[in-house]
């Protein structure tokens, strides 16, 4: 037997099974159906919750070594791709398989601010909401709500129809989230200005007032533009397996981000650094990180942005964000939160409890830090992340559908409840308080 194969011995029936080995790692768990008992057996499945130990397809897009804490697109490692692209530049690399020449990237910038508008009725959508509604649900909701405008996007067998819907996107989910942030806010709405780089554009949608022509601030530009770079993509997390989820079933792409992003909203994905901040302002002040941690030890909470399915050692995204950290604050004065958070940072990573689990900063312990610093407040932050990640959403929705291996998505079950019962009229029942 080679290295490419597994041999499998069922001592149950003393079989002997050669199981071949995809990409001399991974066995198809197909492969264990003819492992049975008896003929008329169902086969041998898989248990793997929360997709622990399964890979759920092959992509080429990111590469992510957990243990020695290395983050490539496209085979370029993440350290680079921040200090010398731009966003668009990055988002084109992860789409398309390549870095952009410079004709080819003055194309594409050229193709995303065509499509940065978004149709009038969906500002009037925007305004139904309450001045309180939460960032997060009205960015998911106006995604959804592009569908309606779009019906062409359901053609997704179509790979023409597919670019435009990725453009489309790229372009309205900066626009969108502006939106939301002027919205809370009672301030009118501020159309892009096309001349301007992806991420000034969004900076003037955000907070231009009365002045004729936005001048953003460069080094606070080029700092939303590595941030977004650090989030365009990252393998299959939660969000990214929704968004090829509910893809499968070929379900038009605006309602496939808008169910990533709802995937993303949640305080263990991406709505950790929204949490963060919460955090280190229940924490107060840095003599008080220790009183915490311990409370955290004693399984009272987590450390928001603390821990990694897949890094077991420094997210190098977080090690990056601290460095960006530096050049906004020079602009934009100390944020003392940081204060608090590199105090926290050194408590647990001198800790027992941390190290043995190798919890380590994540991409969402600093992100917040920065994103307040420049005065986008915390409802706004996981908005922040899923501008970026939109990118990396449609990256893997395209090589889904691109993908003849892929189908519906739809997992297993192993059935754990009653057999077959009588059924019991409702004058029979007795209750049994299921409903409190
Ligand atoms: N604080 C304290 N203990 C923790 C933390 C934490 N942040 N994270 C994990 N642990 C403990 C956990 O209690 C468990 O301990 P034990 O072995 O004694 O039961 C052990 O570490 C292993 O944790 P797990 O829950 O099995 O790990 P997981 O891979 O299922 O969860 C995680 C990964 C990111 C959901 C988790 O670490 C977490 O909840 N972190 C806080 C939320 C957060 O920062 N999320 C952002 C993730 S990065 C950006 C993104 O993907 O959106």
Not at 71 to 96: M, T
Not at 145 to 154: G, Q, V
Not at 206 to 214: A, D, G, I, K
Not at 338 to 362: G, H, M, T
Request: glycine share 6%; charged share 25%; aromatic share 10%.
């Amino acid at each position: 037997m080679d290295d490419d194969a597994l041999t499998i011995i069922d001592e149950r029936t003393e079989s002997s099974y050669d199981v071949p080995l995809l990409d001399g790692g991974a066995l198809r768990a197909m492969d264990l159906r003819k492992i049975k008992t008896r003929s008329e057996d169902f086969g041998l499945m898989s248990y793997d919750p929360a997709f622990m130990n399964t890979a759920s397809c092959r992509s080429a897009i990111t590469f992510i070594d957990g243990d020695k804490g290395i983050l490539r697109y496209r085979g370029y490692p993440i350290e680079e791709l921040a200090e010398k692209c731009g966003f668009l530049e990055v988002a084109y690399l992860i789409l398309f398989g390549e870095l952009p020449t410079a004709q080819e990237l003055d194309a594409w910038v050229r193709d995303i601010t065509r499509h940065t508008m978004l149709h009038e009725t969906t500002k009037k959508f925007l305004e139904g909401f309450s001045l309180q509604a939460h960032p997060m649900g009205m960015f998911i909701s106006t995604v959804a709500a592009l569908s309606t405008i779009y019906p062409d996007a359901r053609n997704v067998l179509n790979p023409e129809s597919r670019q435009l819907q990725v453009r489309r996107l790229i372009g309205k989910v900066p626009t969108i989230a502006a939106y939301t942030y002027r919205h809370s806010l009672g301030y009118p709405y501020v159309y892009p200005d096309n001349e301007l780089s992806y991420s000034a554009n969004f900076m003037n949608m955000l907070w231009r007032m009365v002045e004729p022509r936005y001048q953003a601030n460069p080094v606070i530009a080029r700092a939303l533009d590595v941030l977004f770079i650090l989030h365009a993509d990252h393998e299959q997390n939660c969000s990214t397996n929704t968004m090829r989820a509910v893809g499968s079933s070929q379900a038009d792409p605006f309602v496939c981000t808008a169910a990533a992003a709802a995937a993303l909203s949640g305080p263990l994905h991406g709505g950790a650094n929204e949490q963060v901040l919460k955090m280190l302002d229940e924490i107060g002040s840095k003599d008080r990180v220790p009183a915490y941690v311990d409370k955290v030890k004693a399984g009272h909470g987590k450390l928001m942005g603390f821990g990694h399915r897949v890094y077991k050692n420094y997210d190098p995204r977080a090690r990056i964000i601290k460095q960006t950290a530096d050049s906004v604050f020079k602009i934009t004065g100390g944020n003392p939160k940081l204060e608090i958070a590199l105090e926290l940072e050194r408590v647990a990573l001198e800790d027992e409890y941390f190290v043995s689990r190798k919890l380590y900063p994540n991409v969402d312990f600093y992100s917040g830090i920065i994103y307040q610093a420049m005065g986008i407040p915390t409802e706004m932050f996981t908005v922040m992340f899923a501008i970026p990640r939109t990118v990396g959403w449609l990256a893997q929705w395209q090589e889904m559908i691109e993908d003849p291996e892929q189908k519906i998505a739809r997992p297993r079950q192993i059935y754990v409840g009653h057999g077959k019962r009588e059924f019991v009229s409702i004058e029979k029942r007795s209750s049994h308080a299921v409903a409190a």
